[in-house]
């Protein structure tokens, strides 16, 4: 489950930054024929609220795909570790920030970074180590 982050709780008790681990599922968002999530992937949110009470939040995650070599169907594994950085801000966002109400829900930034992460197909070590085509 993604987390949500209680703004005017933690600006009442006066602790602007903080950190939260957690796992989820993301099992629509792959698009590769014949692959799948390894495991639930795992991230680390930390964040930071600011005195205009915008807050910009680090989300780093990783995750393993597993499945055919989209080239030579084979079995083929790979891990992926990525970093994201978002900006929530009070009301509505503008298109380049999230907005938020209260609490600021990680659930569309965490799915929006995964989904920029997700390689366009998935090869094995042999396929990789191939004529350099890896398109």
Do not use: W
Not at 18 to 42: H, R, T
């Amino acid at each position: 489950m993604i987390p949500k982050i209680d703004v005017r709780s933690q600006v009442a008790r006066k602790c602007y930054t903080g950190q939260l681990g957690f796992e989820f599922e993301a099992v629509d968002l792959l698009d590769i024929p014949f692959v799948e999530f390894a495991a639930p992937v795992k991230a680390t949110a930390s964040y930071e609220i600011f005195e205009d009470n915008k807050v910009e939040v680090l989300l780093h995650f990783t995750f393993t795909l597993k499945g055919a070599c989209s080239r030579c169907l084979s079995e083929a594994e790979e891990s992926f570790t990525e970093t994201a950085e978002g900006i929530f801000e009070p009301g509505k966002g503008d298109g380049e920030t999230y907005g938020y109400t209260n609490f600021v829900d990680l659930t569309e930034f965490a799915r929006d970074s995964l989904m920029f992460a997700l390689p366009p197909k998935l090869l094995c070590g042999e396929c990789l180590r191939s004529d350099g085509e890896n398109e």
